[in-house]
């Protein structure tokens, strides 16, 4: 665990069960499905997340769907900056009342972005965010890490906290069954590994589903470019071959690159096996495939 999470523990007064529950009536927040909000009310949960991420001093930490701040508490004990977006105006004109009340202290490390995490563009955030760590709401949690992942490069790592089975799909390895679109465009940004898992009764209301964790660490170096136009095509590449996944790339990618013969001749080109499927493929033979277009 890093010194820093020791050495900063107890400065913020964590939420419990009960006081979720009293913030939430304090506020008149019902939690819908369709923000995907489930709260996690256990102490040790947000330290273990706040953990497994490393995040220290240094770290200006994106929160993503904040909530009533049970994590965001947790990350101000350790880190010097936190900026939360939050899509319910609710949540977001609270939180700060929350942080000053049980973290009088640590408040003026938060900024709250009122907003949509799926639409964030870089110019609005107050500071570059150096990591980005959340509990992410599970209806959009692969699309808002893609797109925070290719907006804001200045992140490094990223430990969020999403359905078990999408946790799974995500740090997948190639040639597994449950390997697919959101794997391989994952791995394009950087490596992928599943960091943990997290129970049903940590939240309130309780989930139909357990729930994982995941870490990317940013290619130090990439070993390919990382920009919007090149990205864009390699993913246009991984959306065909994973559309018709039961077949061979040769027929999958027939209509991305006109017609099942010249799907063929690039395929050979970038040095892979035609009757392959595109399951057996890491994110680097998507990025020499998609150097053929």
Not at 70 to 87: G, I, P, W
Request: hydrophobic share 50%; proline share 7%.
């Amino acid at each position: 665990m890093p010194e820093s999470v020791v050495a900063a523990r107890g400065q913020a007064e964590l939420l419990g069960p009960a006081e979720v529950r009293v913030l939430a009536e304090r506020f008149g927040v019902r939690p819908t499905k369709q923000l995907g909000q489930n709260f996690v009310h256990d102490a040790n949960t947000v330290r273990r997340i706040v953990a497994a991420a490393g995040v220290g001093r240094e770290d200006v930490v994106l929160e993503v769907g904040p909530g009533l701040g049970s994590l965001t508490l947790a990350l101000l004990d350790v880190v010097d900056r936190v900026v939360a977006v939050e899509l319910d105006p609710v949540l977001a004109r609270h939180l700060p009342e929350t942080v000053a009340d049980r973290a009088p202290e640590l408040a003026q490390r938060l900024a709250v972005v009122p907003g949509d995490a799926l639409r964030v563009r870089a110019d609005e955030l107050p500071a570059a965010p150096t990591a980005l760590v959340a509990n992410l709401p599970y209806n959009v949690a692969v699309p808002v890490l893609l797109h925070l992942m290719a907006e804001l490069p200045s992140i490094t790592t990223a430990l969020v906290m999403v359905q078990a089975e999408v946790a799974d799909r995500l740090s997948a390895e190639p040639g597994s069954r449950i390997y697919g679109v959101p794997s391989v465009k994952a791995g394009f940004f950087g490596t992928v590994r599943r960091a943990g898992s997290v129970g049903r009764q940590v939240f309130w209301p309780v989930p139909q589903v357990e729930s994982g964790l995941v870490r990317i660490d940013r290619y130090a170096e990439a070993p390919w470019s990382l920009d919007e136009v090149h990205r864009r095509r390699v993913f246009a590449v991984v959306d065909a071959a994973f559309a018709q996944r039961r077949k061979t790339l040769r027929a999958a990618l027939g209509g991305w690159a006109g017609s099942p013969a010249e799907a063929e001749k690039r395929l050979v080109a970038a040095g892979i096996e035609p009757t392959a499927r595109g399951e057996t493929l890491d994110t680097a033979a998507f990025v020499r495939l998609a150097a053929q277009s």
